[in-house]
């Protein structure tokens, strides 16, 4: 644990905690200060102006990065019949019905994201008390919950990422590995970034976009001035 903490501590004098750098500067440096030996991802953490409590503050969604996360998601669909063979022809991992809610509620998981059809939601909603604490019950919000699978699989193939503002009012969202190029990397973060903005409530009052931080797993958070940001 000790070198660790000597890695961690040599990486964090790389950064000025108190200053908020340039997004391209920002990537530089979350790749600079990454110390995994592994292909470590990178996270961007927003902490939004918003009252989650409220509802009319609640920001749930998903969006496609143009650059993938890195991750190949194995994705399961709920279907039957035509929306079944369809699921299989998009490339969908896990195609069917009862069997896999059968499966679920013996412990598997095997999966990264559940795609269902609304037909099928009966009886994926009795898997809410295991599926909801991690994170994976189809919602229609992030378009887990629609009959065009082919869409959904396509788009969690291409590196679609879901995102939820938490209690505290943040918001986590993974953009990609540090073996990527920084203009990938910096094209992934607008992405998000842009649509943060879109999804601003209407009903959240003062500074909306509080801070906004990049970094890799395990290195440490480096501000990002949304000021540098090109938002379209």
Do not use: C
């Amino acid at each position: 644990m000790a070198k660790k903490s000597k890695k961690y501590a040599e990486a964090v004098k790389l950064v000025d905690s108190s200053k908020a750098y340039p997004i391209a500067e920002a990537i530089e440096l979350t790749k600079k200060t990454n110390f995994a030996k592994f292909d470590a991802t990178v996270e961007v953490a927003f902490r939004l102006g918003v009252d989650p409590k409220k509802a009319d503050q609640q920001i749930r969604g998903a969006v496609v990065l143009p650059n993938g996360t890195g991750k190949t998601q194995r994705v399961l669909v709920f279907a039957k019949g035509e929306k079944a063979k369809e699921a299989e022809a998009a490339g969908a991992d896990f195609v069917g019905d009862s069997e896999y809610i059968n499966k679920i509620s013996q412990g598997w998981f095997d999966f990264d994201v559940i795609v269902a059809t609304p037909d099928m939601m009966g009886e994926v909603g009795k898997l809410g008390r295991v599926l909801g604490p991690k994170g994976l019950m189809p919602n229609p919000k992030t378009g887990t919950v629609t009959f065009d699978v082919q869409k959904a699989v396509n788009e969690i193939k291409a590196g679609k990422v879901e995102y939820r503002v938490d209690k505290a009012g943040n918001i986590h969202v993974p953009i990609g590995k540090v073996s990527f190029e920084d203009e990938k990397l910096v094209e992934n973060f607008n992405t998000i970034f842009d649509t943060m903005m879109k999804v601003k409530p209407a009903a959240a009052k003062g500074t909306y976009m509080k801070n906004v931080s990049v970094t890799s797993t395990m290195g440490p958070g480096v501000k990002v001035d949304p000021s540098s940001v090109a938002v379209k």
